[in-house]
């Protein structure tokens, strides 16, 4: 694996951390600890991948953006009360739940979500990088001190 980093480097993370934070089941976490491990540069690493995960989950944002309501009712079969209680949800917290983008497998439901529901496409941007880049702090932090 690390011959494989190595290879494809920075791109590499960058694809990586763009697909993990769509639906691709995928750890960008691993990914980005594996690079460092390879040898790859701190800051660098950390912008890349934050980038590179961030525009991934703008993907998943535009993504629930441009769904619509019968088209969720008519191809998963949600009744349209769900759907009403959902956005009730979402707008209990609004664009905030864009910092949580990064959780595994919910954080694609989040960023899917307000895009499909509306909600602030600017706010919902910029919570979404800021906690994906406190995310890839948090891991190059962890990598420093083992």
Partial sequence: MIEILQSWGLIGLFIGTFLA???????????????????GD??????????????GGLTSYWIGYSGKWEWIEKW???????????KGRIDRFGA??????WL??????????LGFYKVSPAKSA???????????AFWILIFLLI
């Fill in 76 to 86: 998963f079969n949600v009744k349209e009360e769900t759907l009403i209680k959902q």
């Fill in 96 to 101: 905030l739940l864009a910092f949580l983008s």
């Fill in 42 to 55: 701190y800051l660098l690493s950390f912008l890349v991948a934050t980038i590179g995960n961030w525009l």
């Fill in 21 to 39: 934070a769509t639906v691709v089941p995928f750890s960008s976490d691993i990914l980005l600890m594996g690079y460092l491990y390879a040898g």
């Fill in 104 to 113: 595994p497998f919910i954080g694609d439901v989040f960023a899917i979500g």
């Fill in 126 to 136: 910029l919570y979404m990088l800021i906690g994906k880049a406190v995310r890839f």
